[in-house]
């Protein structure tokens, strides 16, 4: 059960309102975003919900049967959308593409790409400074640094970015010049960071575990949630399977279930997803179909010299016509759905 809480409710109603939660036998969490103050009541007993409901201070009343009660769309008459200011929006018909290449490598390879972003009217830049790879020896990012000069070249095109945080102690230095904080899929379930970043007022992208469940993806939504923030974007971006005829299975049946399940926008990365460049664009356009909200992928100005994974990276002029294309694909899913 959801209870939101009137704004400024009065101390008296609110110890009304527990001593109830108490006497029908119901544990409660008390949560307070940037948005609204709830309490998540967890118990099995029946009762009259007007005993609840009635009482001063409750503003709204919600029953919700999913483990994960914050991020069901059981309780939200509308799906929830991100908004990242200057106009730039995801969700509830606000389509994005995120693009940019895997890992930030430089100066001249920043402004390249916020070039390329600015001509062809794309809001916002992925790009890694932190790295998580395989290999201990493999390429691990330019780190602050790299984030710093990443940051004043976005910032004079009105570019917002979005970028991975792999530990709690980035977050603070990472805060000023990040308008997404990505979790990668090796940090699905990292709840000491899900929690920490619960506590910011940064949107935060999640991607799905390499071998996640839907289910796995939504509880660690509702660790960001229930420590505070509102502002949460799902990625589906291929998990791991037995075929080994390319990188991740990219689960596309994902993004209606996770839409039917949660009021959180959904993101596919068609890049980590099969990881072959030349079949990226039809699996960003079937994720378009799908019900996406957004697309992020990887793009880089010479992908065969990319630092890291540029097997799955599309050239400039190959990103330019799936931009294309993606907005042709969105117009007409639009037009077919409306």
Known sequence: MIIQLEKNIRTDHYQALIQQLEKIGYQYTAVQT??????????????????????????????????????????????????????????????????????????????????????????????????????????????????KSFYKACKSEGIKIITEVMQMDQIEPMYEYVDIFQVGARNAQNFNLLDALGAVDKPVMLKRGISGTINELLQAAEYVFSSGNEKILLCERGIRSFEGSYRNTLDLNAVPILKDKSHLPVIVDP????????????????????????????????????????????????????????????????????
Request: proline letters at 2%; glycine letters at 10%.
């Open 34 to 147: 940037q948005v609204q103050n709830y309490l998540v009541a967890i118990g099995n007993a029946s009762f009259d919900i007007r005993s609840i409901g009635s009482l001063q201070g409750v503003k709204d009343l919600h029953r919700v049967s999913d483990d994960y009660k914050l991020v069901s769309s059981k309780w939200k008459v509308q799906a929830s959308q991100i908004d990242l200011g200057e106009g730039i929006k995801i969700g509830r018909g606000q389509f994005q593409i995120m693009a940019g290449p895997c890992s930030i490598e430089g100066e001249k390879q920043i402004f390249e790409t916020v070039q390329h972003l600015v001509k062809n009217n794309v809001k916002v830049m992925r790009g890694g400074v932190y790295k998580p790879r395989s290999s201990p020896y493999s390429f691990r990012g330019l780190g602050i640094d790299g984030l």
């Open 271 to 338: 890049s980590h997803g099969i990881g072959i460049r030349k079949h990226v664009e039809r699996m960003a356009l079937a994720a378009v179909l799908a019900g996406a909200d957004g697309l992020i992928v990887e793009v880089h100005q010479e992908p065969e010299k990319a630092f890291s994974d540029g097997q799955q990276t599309l050239s400039f002029q190959e990103a330019n016509e799936l931009y294309s294309h993606i907005n042709q694909t969105v117009a007409f899913r639009d037009k077919l759905y409306s």
